[in-house]
């Protein structure tokens, strides 16, 4: 009887522990699928991600590739069309569509909603440049009397590094639609600044005739005439189109006119003063005078040229940049005090000015401004440098009491007439030295132009025994010999000669700057420095 109840019993155990085997290996497997379909779900997501990095990859590799066509193109463009032809300065942009931020502009410009390429330059000399740290903006507009473009140019390239100038670019706006006068303005720079032309630090462009919406029946306002209100209602739309082409280009973008000219390390300084900067600010503004020398970080363009936009017919642009300001951070409810304070800190002040104001004759007709920032102090046209004691001469005739002792004793700068071809200066030691290094500057911020053109650097050795070998075997130093026994060892590059003399000519007796061909324009001479080993 027990036997027969142990039997049941276990019977019974088994059966009920069956259910519980099965379901337990049933669990299990199931256990395993999801575990199987959870690492194929993984694995598809990884994936998938991967096939998204690789479309943007892919995509990105496309938008280069046709931004590089593009540019191409454009480039044929302009070497084989005419310089006259209006076809060589349509722009292949890299996008064709406005920042969205922006698209209001048709509201405040509504005839531009039948020309909807209005918006974009005529880029008549680029390389499509972006990436820099500072965007010059420069319009210019044809004066009845005297034009300043080239000089201001020469100002702000005058002493840039080669650093400076692969982080910056310059971008003249010639802000007319007359074919004629915006080519030969554009030809006038490439001549001027071919170099810069071709690296991408120089670009020209102009807007297109349809841009401009008809300005014959402006409302006058503040007792201004016609005229007047026409020229800064034109102005305003003028800065609006360069800050717009401008803002993708560089992180900070600065206004600057057509009539100025800029302090040595100008750049240096605007990097300076912009990194001491410990709150948040919209402009800092280089000099005191109207629109000039005023830094905008790029990021804030598209909300100050909307600004500009929607009051572009009723005020001066420097007004319209208070009123931006007003409406940022001015409470109604508090006093004028208050809101300057408030304004101050973002539109903060550096001094000195790094830029002046030279234009006598308005952009606007009959008008003269004899505008002078008094921050902006004297500027310095020479550089001081103790060199060696030696006789100077030249065949340069002198103007007025710029002599050559002056130059090099570091006292004032020497200027003279257009050179010819034979002219020279000379310097001759009255005692032979080692002359390690030399420097020589032509040109100066008041006269950029007055440069020393086709012109070489020669050195006499003192070794008389050498010199007659140089006269009658020629050089064996690998340097051109003259019939006097000079060696030419360097010339003139964009103003400047520098360079080291080869030890192995001993003592030198003189140097001598001999010009080669004749120069259009007179020489300032602003810099000697000869380094010996006892300087």
Not at 196 to 214: H, M, N, R, T, W
Not at 229 to 234: A, L, M
Not at 364 to 373: F, Y
Request: aromatic fraction near 12%; include cysteine.
């Amino acid at each position: 009887m027990r036997l027969q109840h142990s039997r049941l019993l276990t019977v019974l155990c088994l059966g009920g522990a069956f259910p519980l085997l099965w379901y337990a290996a049933w669990q299990g497997a199931r256990e395993n699928d999801l575990d199987m379909y959870q690492n194929q779900f993984l694995e598809l997501r990884q994936r998938l991600l991967y096939a998204e990095k690789e479309n943007k990859k892919r995509s990105q590799e496309l938008s280069s590739a046709l931004v590089e066509i593009k540019r191409v193109v454009a480039k044929r463009m302009n070497l084989t069309t005419n310089h006259t032809d209006d076809v060589k300065w349509k722009v292949l942009n890299l996008t064709r569509k406005l920042p969205v931020d922006l698209i209001n502009m048709y509201y405040y410009l509504p005839h531009l909603r039948q020309y909807e390429d209005a918006v974009f330059p005529n880029v008549i000399f680029g390389q499509q440049r972006t990436g820099v740290s500072l965007v010059m903006g420069i319009p210019t507009v044809k004066r009845e009397k005297q034009h300043y473009l080239i000089s201001t140019l020469h100002s702000l390239l005058y002493e840039l590094s080669e650093e400076e100038k692969n982080d910056c670019m310059i971008i003249v706006f010639v802000a007319e639609v007359n074919a004629e006068f915006v080519n030969s303005v554009a030809e006038s720079v490439k001549t001027s600044f071919p170099s810069e032309i071709q690296s991408g630090v120089l670009e020209v462009i102009s807007p297109p005739a349809s841009y401009y919406p008809d300005l014959s029946n402006l409302k006058q306002m503040f007792g201004d005439p016609e005229d007047r209100v026409r020229w800064r209602t034109k102005q305003n739309l003028d800065y609006s189109f360069l800050m717009l082409y401008a803002q993708p280009k560089g992180r900070f973008y600065l206004q600057l006119e057509d009539d100025i000219i800029a302090k040595p390390d100008y750049i240096q300084g605007i990097r300076n003063f912009a990194a001491k900067q410990s709150q948040d600010w919209m402009i800092l503004e280089f000099s005191q005078l109207g629109f000039i020398g005023k830094l905008f970080k790029s990021e804030d363009l598209p909300l100050i040229v909307q600004f500009f936009l929607m009051f572009y017919k009723d005020k001066p642009i420097d007004w319209l940049i208070d009123h931006l300001l007003w409406v940022k951070v001015c409470n109604p409810e508090k006093d004028a005090t208050h809101c300057e304070k408030e304004k101050a800190k973002l539109r903060i002040r550096a001094k000195p000015s790094l830029f002046q104001h030279v234009g006598i004759y308005s952009s606007l007709a009959g008008k003269i401004q004899n505008l002078k920032d008094k921050d902006f102090g004297k500027n310095v046209l020479h550089k001081l440098h103790h060199n060696p004691p030696a006789k100077v001469s030249t065949s340069l005739k002198t103007y007025e009491q710029y002599t050559l002792e002056k130059v090099y004793k570091g006292h004032d700068c020497f200027w003279a007439s257009a050179p010819v071809a034979g002219d020279y200066i000379s310097f001759t030691f009255l005692n032979p030295l080692k002359v390690e290094k030399y420097f020589f500057r032509s040109g100066n911020m008041e006269h950029p132009g007055d440069k020393l053109f086709n012109t070489t650097v020669e050195v006499l050795p003192a070794d008389e025994m050498l010199k007659k070998e140089l006269v009658d075997n020629g050089s064996k130093f690998n340097y051109p010999a003259t019939k006097d026994g000079y060696l030419q060892i360097g010339a003139f590059e964009n103003g400047i000669a520098e360079g080291s003399i080869n030890q192995s000519m001993g003592k030198i007796q003189a140097i001598r700057l001999s010009v080669n061909s004749d120069s259009p324009v007179w020489a300032i001479l602003s810099e000697v420095f000869i380094k010996t080993s006892e300087n």
